[in-house]
Structure formats: C-alpha cells, structure tokens
C-alpha cells in the first residue's frame, strides 16, 4: 500500500486537472468535501481533479512529492483509480471552519483496499472565488501507528 501511494505521488507531478466542473458553483465547503469522496469513490479521476483550484497543492497519502500542478492532481488520481485491487474511502468526524472567502476541513477518512482497512486523516483548505468553492490545498496521511 505504501509503495503503491509512493509511486502514485512521485508520478504525480508530471499529469493533470480538468477544468473546474459546474456542480461545485456555490457549493458549501462540507458539501465539496462530500463531492471529493463520491468522485474518489466512483473513482472519476476527471470528476476529483475539477475540485481542485488550478493552484492547488496536494500531499497525498504517504507521498513523498508535493504535487503543485493541474496535470499532477489528475495523474494522482488517474493512478490510484488504475489500480487494483480498488480503493474506496469513507468519512469519519470532521471539523470544519469559514473565515471569509476561505474554508477548512479536517478530520478522518479510511480507505478501504481488498477488505482491509486504512484510517487517515485529511485537511482541506477550500478558497472560495466567483461564487465557486475550490480545494486549494490538500494533505492526507496514514494515522500514527497504523501502516
């Protein structure tokens, strides 16, 4: 697992994000986060990579590369969709924050390969510019003391 996202992130910073989809016009920063996970879990790669702001950076679970571009969200999640067996996450708690025009969201999700379960925990800042809530900066991580 931890290859897997190794090489998902490295690879990440050479592909990249779709234009920014309709759906998310005014959206509620929870609601896109409910957005991320139904994309993540269709496993759209075109609908993940529209959430995110063209400047958006994104750590990904156990990545050792800052991803920075559009073309790098997209390959992210083009490779995590590629592979097999599937993966799928669901939420845990959440806290989540707006302060003008820019939104936080942090908690808990676990991902779910071939039966086993991954707990992690994210953080989302979310800007919001011309009525359009974006992801502007993404990290994940495994929880401490789960592999």
Known sequence: MKQHFLALAAAGALMGAAPVAAQTDSMAPDALVDAWVAAFNECSAE???????????????????????????????????????????????????????????????????????????????????NDHWRIIQHHSSLLPGHP
């Open 47 to 129: 609908k993940i990579s529209a959430l995110y702001d063209a400047a958006a950076t994104l750590w990904g679970t156990n990545s050792p590369a800052l991803i920075t571009t559009p073309e790098g969200v997209r390959f992210y999640f083009n490779s995590a969709c590629a592979a097999q067996p599937s993966i799928k996450v669901s939420l845990g708690e959440r806290t989540t924050r707006v302060v003008g025009t820019t939104a936080t969201s942090a908690g808990t999700y676990t991902f779910v390969r071939a039966g086993k379960d991954i707990p992690a925990r994210f953080s989302f800042t979310l800007l919001r510019a």
